[in-house]
């Protein structure tokens, strides 16, 4: 069914928060725990669309999932019996492509369809490739479909053409499976990276350097399952806290991780927004008055400031005081979703597909809006929380591919959200 939000804007977002389980960092644990030979739990298992797709495209290939639907996963990996990712599915979410790890360490070959998901940009598997060559995988494409085969397996030291967290990733799982040392250099270093790395010693390997830029690997023949918590959500965090800012609100944040904010907090501060930490694991977010205190916010690699932000970042800075460039290096689609917050009144000027000038404060008005992506359909619903009147959003199934009860969670704040399907009036 295709549904959409009604939000009524103006309310101050209060109240307190936790996280869920961090995305990209359940959507790799759970073809991690393929690569065992026994059950593995997982807990704080984010309830989104994403990862049900997952849990069905590991289904698919024979293991068996129970707790679908809840917080906690069992995943028993004994039937695997395929190791052909199935292509419909695959299309729906990029992070199909990781289960490929898992199957050549297995069974020596799979058979990928190329991933889909959020359309923000040209995002290559050219690195994945480059890396599974190095080790001794042969990649063939016939068909439209990638048929790998791993039958010479080599350990070497291994240096990454770009700091891809998803080939990271791969790369830590297909050496997990050796018994020699794999040398892995140029790595992506974000949290998900550690959370996976701490998932794969608890089955029995040996990781050293996750989250540094260079991962050292030892392996074991044979893995074992295990009981894994998914680290929470840290740019869901950042999202609740612009939402807070941009609506005068008092949020206090749960499941914080200081580590994990040292950027996001540095760019919400030198946009105004002032917070403070409650013990080791709340942050809050204080009433704040919005000035931009510099003029150019951009992405970079961790532990710069996530591109899976820069989205809810300009719908703080069209609420806050200033003129700032704000640009997004990696995905040349990222910024195109600026049109509804144009629409809605903001002032934004689009210099080129990574880049947008915004000037603020403006007065955003309620309308009629579509998400094109995940982050994306969040930001329209944060711009909706802050703009005058009624908004509608359609095609929300983008936006709960990646954030948990949605509705639920920004009711509990005070928001006023409503979910509907696209055929009942408003």
């Keep these: 069914m295709v549904s959409k939000f009604i939000v009524t804007g103006g309310n101050k977002l209060k109240g307190t928060i936790k996280l869920t389980g961090n995305k990209n960092s359940a959507l790799k644990l759970i073809p991690a725990a393929l690569l065992a030979e026994t059950p593995t739990s997982l807990t704080n298992v984010p309830i989104i669309q994403d990862v ?9 290939l024979g293991a068996k999932v129970t707790g679908k639907g809840t917080n906690s996963l069992v995943i028993d990996p004994a039937g695997l019996s395929s190791y052909e990712i199935d292509p419909a599915l695959s299309v729906k979410i990029r992070a199909s492509v990781v289960l490929a790890a898992p199957l050549l360490a297995r069974f020596g070959k799979a058979v990928v369809t190329p991933p889909g998901g959020d359309q923000i940009g040209e995002r290559l598997l050219d690195t994945h490739f480059s890396m599974m060559r190095a080790i001794g995988i042969e990649v063939k494409r016939e068909n439209g479909k990638y048929l790998l085969e791993w039958q010479k ?30 040398r892995l250099e140029d790595t992506a270093s974000e949290p998900h990276i550690k959370d996976l790395a701490e998932f794969l010693v608890k089955m029995g390997g040996k990781i050293a350097g996750a989250g540094t830029g260079t991962i050292q690997i030892e392996g074991k023949k044979k893995l074992s399952g295990c009981e894994h918590k998914v680290s929470p959500d840290y740019i869901e965090g950042g999202t609740f806290a612009i939402a807070s800012a941009i609506t005068g609100g008092n949020v ?17 501060k030198n946009m105004g927004v002032e917070s403070k ?7 809050e977010i204080l009433p704040s008055k919005l000035i931009a205190k510099k003029r150019k916010f951009q992405t970079r690699p961790w532990p710069g400031f996530p591109t899976d932000l820069m989205s809810p970042f300009i719908v703080l800075a069209t609420q806050t005081a200033g003129t700032i460039l704000c640009h997004d290096w990696m995905y040349e689609w990222r910024m195109f979703f ?31 809006l579509y ?20 908004s509608e959003i359609a095609n929300i199934e983008m936006v709960e591919r990646g954030y948990e009860k949605l509705e639920e969670r920004l009711k509990g704040l005070g928001a006023k959200i409503v979910k509907k399907s696209s055929d009942e009036q408003i």
């Design 52 to 60: 049900a797709v997952m849990v069905e495209l590991v289904e698919k």
């Design 153 to 182: 397996k080599k350990a070497k030291n291994i240096f990454l053409e770009e700091a891809s967290v998803t080939a990271s990733e791969m790369g830590m799982m297909l050496a997990s499976g050796l018994t020699e040392p794999v």
């Design 252 to 268: 206090v944040i749960e499941d914080y991780v200081p580590e994990h904010y040292k950027m996001i907090l540095s760019y919400l």
């Design 277 to 283: 930490e409650l013990g080791e694991s709340k942050l």
């Design 338 to 368: 600026v049109d509804d917050l144009i629409s809605m009144g903001a002032n934004i000027l689009i210099a080129d597909p990574h880049r947008v000038i915004v000037s603020g404060p403006t007065r955003l008005m309620g309308d009629f």
């Design 371 to 390: 998400s094109k992506d995940i982050r994306a359909g969040m930001s329209l619903v944060l711009a909706a929380l802050a703009a005058e009147g009624e």
